[in-house]
């Protein structure tokens, strides 16, 4: 049989049931297509923006994966993986081979970009839709937003932040106890560990012992306690 990863992924806690979804879809099409799923990545992420792949650890250690094993990475939709054009064409640059299950394997990657550019054309359509109908509202003399609800507002900014940090600290985790697993028990043996792989901060840089241990102090982990700086 021939090697593949699986990668899954929801934008929001509510979709979670949708990873069920997408790790039987994408295990059907391996078993009539004769893929093995040497390993899944999984994650909870938004994929909007170019840049979306510096929040997607497990992308990221999905394409390293994938690049170690010379094997294609499989998704049940174009969208788990983005709606954007420009993101779907840095990950071609990866030379790292994506197939969609509901598209089938011999889809050309020419017309991935023509598929993620209809998506990408249809959210910018959801957006003006949006923009316009707020832009309604106003001209009929309806007050936008309440002032006096400011100091929430940025109440619940800090508290949506602190929860994209807590996600991204989720996805992560998993790869950082595969590394302790594998005798890596140092902050800076994590850390080179992690950027090897091609694993991003949360903030797109580099890895360095600080940085994991602010990871492993976010996730509560004992771990902590028995690591010391290299």
């Not at 969208?79 to 993101?87: G, I």
């Not at 959210?123 to 001209?139: M, N, P, V």
């Not at 991003?200 to 580099?206: E, F, I, L, S």
Request: proline residues 3%.
């Amino acid at each position: 049989m021939m090697a593949a990863v699986g990668y899954l992924r929801t934008s929001t806690k509510k979709q979670n049931l949708g990873l069920t979804a997408q790790r039987a879809a994408i295990q059907q099409f391996a078993d009539m297509q004769g893929y093995e799923i040497v390993e899944w990545f999984s994650e909870q992420e938004t994929g909007k923006g170019f840049d979306a792949l510096d929040r997607r650890p497990q992308l990221a250690a999905a394409l390293a994966k994938a690049k170690r094993r010379r094997c294609p990475v499989l998704v049940s939709r174009l969208d788990r993986l983005s709606r954007d054009v420009a993101f779907i064409s840095s990950l071609m640059v990866q030379r790292v081979p994506f197939i969609v299950t509901e598209l089938g394997a011999d889809t050309d990657p020419f017309l991935l970009h023509i598929y993620a550019a209809l998506a990408e054309k249809e959210r910018r359509l959801i957006a003006s839709r949006t923009r316009d109908a707020l832009q309604r509202k106003k001209a009929a003399g309806e007050i936008l937003g309440n002032l006096a609800n400011l100091a929430e507002g940025h109440k619940r900014g800090a508290a949506a932040n602190a929860r994209l940090a807590d996600n991204f600290a989720a996805n992560v985790m998993p790869i950082v106890r595969e590394l302790q697993a594998s005798g890596r028990t140092t902050l800076g043996a994590i850390a080179e560990a992690l950027n090897s792989r091609g694993v991003t901060t949360a903030r797109g840089g580099d890895w360095h012992a600080s940085t994991v241990k602010n990871l492993l102090t976010r996730t509560t982990s004992t771990a902590t306690h028995s690591l010391q700086p290299a």
